[in-house]
């Protein structure tokens, strides 16, 4: 089978959830090696998660490595080409999906020794510290438009060592995390949040509790949002 950007943006999605959800799953979960490891490690994880699976996206055929729908949108706005979307989104949302799955079945035994629904929807899907809409929506747009910025930023700046792009890009998360993440969790991704939420849903998990779709819309809406913001404040500066 050959490589191709629609395997190359799966595969690396794929794999930006298995390790993204899985440290949180590590976190959260009753019984683990890394129970109540905290924040610090959740945001690591992730962050690192975000350099492999760049990297995975390259090796199988994705040279943009967006692995993220609102990434996605950002450069068709930016350059007016949304050819890409119809292939890519799709892509990112079926990875998203597998790699939840997958962090299901790796931790298998620890769903029934954790009693609260709440931890285990966390290991799939993004939910608010203080419930309220607008606040949780302008601050999806707000680390979006920080990841947007960031991404470009990074790709002009021309002192960059070949390869070290998505080990920066991997830090920009990091920061963004520990810096924003405390208020919805930096979904940041809609593929992140919809995929993974949806695993939740169709899967076997004890206890599972609700999978909080009354929420779900803000971790899609507001990416998109903000990486539609940021793409045109790019723009006005010749971004």
């Known amino acids: ?7 190359g943006e799966l595969m690396g999605t794929l794999v930006l959830l298995l390790l993204g959800n899985g440290v949180v799953a590590n976190v959260v979960l009753n019984e683990t090696k890394g129970h109540n490891a905290g924040w610090i490690v959740i945001a690591t994880g992730w962050a690192m ?7 995975t996206a390259n090796a199988f055929g994705s040279a943009d490595a967006h692995n993220n729908p ?21 892509a990112q949302l079926i ?43 302008i601050s999806e747009i707000l680390g979006t438009i920080v990841l947007i910025v960031g ?21 920009l998360v990091w920061s963004i995390g520990l810096s924003l993440g405390g208020t919805t969790g930096y979904a940041i991704n809609p593929a992140r949040d919809l995929g993974p939420r949806l695993a939740h849903a169709l899967l ?19 990416p998109f949002l903000g990486a539609a913001l940021a793409a045109i404040f790019l723009g006005i500066f010749g971004l």
Request: glycine fraction near 12%; aromatic fraction near 12%; proline fraction near 8%.
């Open 151 to 171: 991404v470009v930023a990074l790709g002009k700046t021309q002192q960059i060592a070949t390869g070290l792009g998505p080990y920066l890009v991997g830090m």
């Open 49 to 55: 998660a975000v350099v492999m699976g760049i990297f």
């Open 1 to 7: 089978m050959s490589t191709s950007p629609f395997l």
């Open 70 to 90: 609102a990434v996605t949108l950002a450069f068709a706005v930016s350059t007016g080409d949304f050819s890409k979307m119809a292939s890519y989104i799709p």
């Open 204 to 222: 076997p998990i004890e206890g599972k509790g609700e999978s909080d779709w009354g929420y779900s819309w803000i971790p899609i809406v507001g």
């Open 95 to 137: 990875g998203g999906f597998i790699g939840a799955t997958l962090v299901w079945l790796s931790y298998l035994p620890h769903w029934k020794a954790t009693p609260s629904a709440g931890a285990k929807l966390a290991c799939f899907a993004t939910g608010p510290a203080i419930r309220a809409t607008v606040p949780n929506l």
